[in-house]
């Protein structure tokens, strides 16, 4: 099992990334996929999920009405639109996913909104 995120940079407040992750060694389609992200010196928080089906989504406060987040069955990706990003948005995100009762997380992407 593994997932690798990418996508991550530098962007000014008000603006807008699209992170990636690719999903191999397991099948896809059956499990939730999340996002998350964990800012210096802060714990890791969950910003969005998405069920199996993709027709479920997840998203905390302080995210919701800036980020989506979507599945492509096919490719095998979970993406994360984040729009009207602001400095408190600054962090390394990860991709996780839970199969069979372990955790398996990517390496992370860096994300920083700064202007």
């Known amino acids: 099992v593994q997932v690798v995120e990418s996508g991550g940079g530098l962007v000014q407040p008000g603006g807008s990334l699209r992170l990636s992750c690719e999903a191999t060694?397991?099948?896809?389609?059956?499990?939730?996929m999340s996002w998350y992200r964990q800012a210096s010196g802060k714990e890791r928080e969950l910003v969005a999920g998405i069920t199996s089906t993709g027709i479920t989504t997840n998203y905390p406060d302080s995210v919701k009405g800036r980020f989506n987040i979507s599945r492509h069955r096919i490719k095998k990706m979970v993406y994360l639109q984040m729009n009207s990003l602001k400095p408190e948005d600054t962090g390394v995100y990860y991709c996780?996913?839970?199969?069979?009762?372990?955790?398996?997380w990517g390496q992370g992407t860096q994300v920083a909104v700064s202007s």
């Open positions: 996780k996913v839970r199969v069979l009762d372990r955790e398996y």
């Open positions: 060694g397991f099948t896809f389609a059956n499990y939730v």
